[in-house]
């Protein structure tokens, strides 16, 4: 398929973990609040567990609201949390008497869905936090303090041929071993039976999940979570130790990766075709780099991951590339294509019944030798994540191959796990996206008030913005606050002067490495300048033209590439931040008005030869925008005073507030709803259009 050199490096170590319980916190924290700093130990700790997997519990006394009595209580992590990061009211809590009581409803594996069914009849205190599918594990078990957790490591020897010795062979048979059984009631049975017949066991490997052991306190149930995981992490690093992994190394990395990466992500998005548009996330972390470019790499890759968390993640198989061919669109489309046929050629072959619809046939991970591993998913967040699990499930790999075969999921258990109706009713309980998830936005004078405006607008409505300015530490100030504001996901910046073409290429390749491409620009970076003819020159008028013609020429240059690998999934936007001073002539700035006039009948000339390709292009011209704008903040400010008699401050802005037909401010705010507007798919059939947003100014209507 691809070229092979020799190439050969040490297998990568497993992580060790050690105990951060700290005893002077625990001190000052209730029996909950125990169970809460165990479990956001354990799952802030990615040698520990992934995001969102593993589940914790502690059975509690607490008082009946209704009687008064004391009872026992489970609190148990919920449906769809993540241990790392949740709070008390992420755990559901239920009457651990009537949990026990279900089992005279269990007649058999078939009774699996109806079992979860029963869970919200258990609740305690009107909790609404939903249990989730794991429940049983904890509930079946006569323990007081549970850890069901998937660290890389672990699952090594769950997915594993050599697992169930190495078990013995670390542990010496105080950790069982039970055999592969999806998550479910029967699962929870099949625990309980185990532990009720071998009472020395102090933890249960469960194949294809990971480990499940307990404690009496919440502190001794983490320690000994802890020990479990290094013990195994400690056990296979002896055995890789000094060996190549996936059979050697057979092709170094590319120094070029990064760049391949920003050229191939935009053009692999532009043939996922589906419902909603896609987003990319790049890795070329040393465990993407040692798998790919392995000699085993695409026997391992076709199996598909073996967990069920790392699974639902990351699809049934990744799509492999070869390099030697990346810029060939044709070979990528017919890839693309294959995967889907055979994404389809799986759902007949496994579907049931009662299975509902297919799900979306595009791959979520894309593997590339020497370049790296690409994933991509509806959401930033998501797409990273799914890097993510499948970099667990490359360490998975290399640990169970080390003591044996690496066993995948079976395709029919794999497709009832994914087409699962539980699972199912939970994605059709989800709310509605926003209107423009899976939207990539760049923003130029995105550190500004309405360049930053705008990039807040996008990402309220779900967009990813990669914010684009040359003053670096403004533009940090404002990615900083954004990330806080909306997630760090969605947020990235670039130091970009659009007088440089370099810089504005670099800028747009950092667009689609980080998120897959481009749907919107807004070119916004801007200047303004105030002088007479006579006063005018050539260095202020070339000024003038570099940043709002020029710049707006070279932004829309090198998004052109990217903008148009959108047509078939419903086109492209570009959207100018014109002036009302384009429209309507200005004594005393001749530079900057017939520099802003040159942008705008670039948009006009661009929608032409854009509709072609589903690129839109329109202008937003506003006027005064003064509170919040970087520009009036500066000489223009005095300069357009002078022009017309009058004070600087608030004798200014009140000119030309009354100078307008409604007589009101005009905001950044109010720009960035009209770039909302033209930006989304609200405005599709709209292209060569100018909007003005000045309060009303007759001299810039349109004619």
């Not at 979570?225 to 002896?238: G, H, M, P, S, V």
């Amino acid at each position: 398929m691809y070229a092979r050199s020799p190439f050969s490096a040490a297998a990568l170590p497993f992580a060790v973990p050690s105990s951060r319980w700290d005893d002077s916190v625990a001190a000052t924290l209730s029996p909950a609040e125990l169970l809460l700093y165990r479990s956001n130990l354990l799952g802030s700790d990615l040698t520990v567990t992934n995001f969102g997997g593993g589940n914790t519990s502690a059975k509690l006394t607490e008082t009946d609201p209704l009687t008064g009595e004391s009872v026992e209580v489970m609190w148990v992590k919920g449906s769809g949390g993540d241990i790392g990061s949740m709070k008390l009211d992420g755990f559901a809590t239920l009457y651990q008497d009537k949990l026990l009581g279900l089992q005279q409803y269990y007649a058999g594996p078939d009774d699996d869905d109806k079992m979860v069914g029963y869970l919200p009849h258990c609740t305690f205190n009107l909790n609404g936090r939903a249990a989730s599918i794991d429940t049983p594990l904890h509930s079946l078990l006569p323990y007081a303090h549970v850890d069901h957790v998937h660290p890389d490591a672990i699952i090594a020897l769950a997915a594993s041929s050599g697992g169930e010795a190495a078990t013995q062979e670390i542990w010496g048979g105080k950790i069982g071993w039970l055999g592969w059984k999806r998550p479910g009631y029967t699962l929870g049975v099949l625990l309980r039976d185990y532990v009720a017949a071998n009472p020395g066991v102090e933890g249960v490997m469960l194949a294809g999940h990971g480990i499940i052991c307990w404690a009496d306190s919440s502190k001794t149930c983490y320690e000994h979570t802890i020990e479990l995981i290094a013990a195994a992490a400690k056990y296979l690093n002896a055995r890789l130790a000094g060996k190549p992994a996936f059979g050697g190394q057979v092709m170094a990395p590319n120094p070029d990766r990064a760049t391949i990466a920003a050229d191939l992500m935009p053009r692999l998005r532009g043939f996922m075709t589906g419902a909603r548009t896609k987003l990319g996330h790049y890795s070329d972390d040393a465990e993407a780099l040692e798998f790919i470019g392995s000699a085993d790499f695409e026997r391992l890759a076709r199996l598909g991951t073996s967990c069920p968390d790392h699974f639902l993640r990351t699809k049934i198989a990744p799509l492999t590339l070869d390099p030697a061919r990346l810029r060939d669109d044709d070979y990528l489309a017919e890839k693309i294509a294959e995967y889907r046929a055979m994404y389809g050629a799986y759902y007949q072959r496994c579907k049931r019944g009662n299975s509902p619809a297919m799900r979306d046939s595009n791959p979520v991970v894309v593997l590339v030798p020497g370049v790296g591993r690409i994933t991509f998913a509806t959401d930033k967040t998501t797409a990273r994540l799914a890097g993510e699990f499948y970099g667990n499930a490359i360490n998975v790999m290399r640990g169970a191959e080390a003591i044996g075969d690496y066993i995948a999921l079976d395709e029919q258990e794999a497709f009832d796990i994914e087409y699962w109706l539980l699972e199912e009713a939970k994605l059709q309980g989800m709310p509605a996206p926003k209107q423009l998830v899976g939207k990539i936005a760049l923003v130029t004078g995105g550190a500004g008030g309405i360049g930053a405006a705008s990039a807040a607008r996008l990402l309220r409505e779900g967009a990813c913005v990669m914010l684009a300015d040359r003053d670096a530490a403004a533009l940090e100030e404002v990615r900083a606050g954004f990330g806080a504001q909306f997630g760090k996901d969605v947020v990235r910046c670039t130091v970009c002067d659009v007088t440089d073409e370099a810089q504005v290429a670099t800028a747009f390749a950092e667009c689609a490495r980080e998120f897959g491409g481009l749907d919107i620009l807004v070119a916004n970076a801007g200047i303004a300048s105030s002088a007479v003819i006579e006063d005018t020159t050539l260095e202020l008028w070339n000024r003038n033209y570099d940043v709002l013609a020029q710049g707006y020429f070279l932004t829309a240059k090198h998004a052109w590439p990217l903008l148009s690998r959108m047509k078939e999934q419903g086109g492209s936007s570009v959207v100018f931040i014109g002036s009302k001073n384009a429209v309507a002539a200005a004594a005393g700035a001749s530079a900057y008005a017939s520099a802003k006039a040159a942008a705008n009948h670039l948009a006009r000339c661009l929608a032409l030869e854009g509709a072609p390709t589903g690129i839109r292009v329109n202008t937003v011209n506003p006027d005064a925008v003064i509170k919040g704008s970087k520009i009036w903040d500066g000489d223009w400010r005095k300069e357009r005073a002078g022009t017309h008699g009058i004070d600087a401050g608030a004798e200014l802005e009140e000119h030309y507030r009354n100078r307008s037909m409604l007589k009101r401010d005009v905001l950044p705010e109010d720009i960035a709803e009209a770039v909302y507007w033209l930006g989304s798919d609200m405005s599709a059939k709209s292209t060569g259009n100018m909007i003005n947003v000045d309060a009303g100014n007759a001299q810039a209507f349109t004619r």
